[in-house]
């Protein structure tokens, strides 16, 4: 049985745990605002964006850019959005999971990764058999920037320019609720045209000043916007998870000290009951 200056001494270390795990829950909480303000704030753009590009596939000709061309699937470029940091639950590993079982799926095309966050980078340097092509880490250090996702996602659409990669598609949660993130694969290369509805009339536009001046503006625009969505639905996803799981372990610190603490009052009171009566019994037998 432990003596009460171990119990003691475990219940002030479980008390100092819960204090950080109260604090981290409350600096994600803050930041799980913020971050959700600017992915509902980013939504509307994005899905607009999608929208009218795939109104736009539907009616470009075959061959009028590359990022609407079609090539088939022999190689998949994946973009895997993970943290750089831990202790927000199961977020990184369902990411993780996600991507093997997402390269276990396509294994007749010849998948390659490119990994954002620490976490990521990590699980996949210990696993040689998959294929990094690059790894971004410290880019959620303070907030999101459009210039980070820009950058990335011209790294993956140089890549597909450059006929390395036949589709590419991205990996990341999609934040539903401080409770709930959905883990949410996107195809960003080519852009998918809409289902055309059965009798419908397609008809292409006008452009001005040209259909290469306009698409070769919109079409990596929208590259950039869909990275940058999946940027700040991760934040705030991971900002989620970790504010849930810091509850959850603050919750289960509470119950570990008042179960130690328990377990203290009956070591003392049993050390207690056995002196009364080693001193009983001494007294006895002084009389007999």
Known sequence: MPSLRDIRRRINSVKKTQQITRAMKMV????????????VAARPYANKMAEVLANLAVRAKPGVHPLLEDRGQARILLLVITADKGLCGAFNSNLTRAATQFVHEHRDSEVSLVVVGRKGRDFFRRRPEYRVRS?????????????????????????????ETDRVFVLYNEFRSALQQRLTTRQLIPITPRPVAEGELVVDYLYEPSVDAILSALLPRYVEVQVFRALLESVASEHGARMTAMDSA?????????????????????????????VVSGADALKG
């Open 135 to 163: 790894t971004h880490v410290n880019l959620f250090q303070r907030t999101v920037a459009y210039e980070t996702a820009a950058k990335l996602a011209r790294e993956v659409t140089q890549v597909y320019l450059d006929g």
């Open 250 to 278: 603050t919750s289960n610190a509470e119950e570990m000290i008042d179960r130690l603490t328990l377990t203290f009052n009956r070591t003392r009171q049993a050390a207690i009951t056995k002196e009364i009566i080693e």
């Open 28 to 39: 994600s909480a803050a930041k799980l605002q913020r971050a959700q303000e600017r992915v």
